[in-house]
């Protein structure tokens, strides 16, 4: 069973750095794009951007182009989203998801990690 | 970017309506789109894909329609389960854009 588990929610003040985490099992994990997705307080789901881990290419919105980082580590199966300096903007729940074989498109998602970046 | 549009923001309906949600596209996105149900405290949820196909699991009170730039998600016999967040995404191209949500309340 595909599964995406991710870490949990972190408070944080601006200017600090942040990683977050997106643990896969279930599958291959080197052999799927893994993607992220914002969701700012009250407002709508943003792409930010997804990741290969066979290759490690990366594709980026062009609104998240130089303000995040996404990576993965393929020995613990686990994606990472992080900042170097975060913005109280950068509040926001932040989810993974991986495309499904047939459907092409996210299918499996993780359950969420809320970013909360306060003075 | 391929930006997204979706009509109306808002919907109010009652338990039994059908109602439908429009999604245009600022190009042409052949049938690459999905639709998402997505609810507070919890991840998205597929519910079509290509447009039209209906991902597994899903009622079949969920349909979709459309091709190019113009496509719609069609609820009928609405439940109470269904009262949510419905979203549209390309995935034509690979900068993946979402629409900016439908918000389907209960009458």
């Known amino acids: 069973e595909v599964q995406l588990v991710q870490s949990g929610a972190e408070v944080k003040k601006p200017g600090e750095s942040l990683k977050i985490s997106c643990k896969a099992s279930?599958?291959?994990?080197?052999?799927?794009?893994i993607g992220w997705v914002r969701q700012m307080p009250g407002k709508g789901l943003e792409w930010m951007g997804s990741?290969?881990?066979?290759?490690?290419?990366?594709r980026y919105s062009p609104s998240f182009q130089g303000q995040v980082t996404l990576s993965a580590d393929k020995s613990t199966s686990t994606a990472h989203l992080q900042w170097s300096s975060l913005k109280a903007s950068d509040t926001a729940i932040y989810y993974c998801a991986r495309r499904g074989d047939s459907t092409r498109v996210n299918e499996y998602w993780g359950q969420g990690t809320l970013v909360t970046v306060s003075s | 970017d391929i930006q997204m549009t979706q009509s109306p923001s808002t919907l109010s309906a009652s338990v039994g309506d059908s109602v439908t949600i429009t999604c245009r596209a600022s190009q042409t996105i052949i049938d690459w789109l999905a639709w998402y149900q997505h609810k507070p405290g919890k991840a998205p949820k597929l519910l079509i894909y290509?447009?039209?196909s209906l991902q597994s699991g899903v009622p079949s009170r969920f349909s979709g329609s459309g091709s190019g730039t113009e496509f719609t998600l069609t609820i009928s016999s609405l439940q109470p389960d269904d009262f949510a967040t419905y979203y549209c995404q390309q995935y034509h191209r690979p900068s993946r854009t979402f629409g900016q949500g439908t918000k389907l309340e209960i009458k």
């Open positions: 990741f290969y881990p066979g290759d490690s290419e990366t």
């Open positions: 290509k447009a039209s």
């Open positions: 279930g599958y291959s994990f080197s052999d799927y794009w």
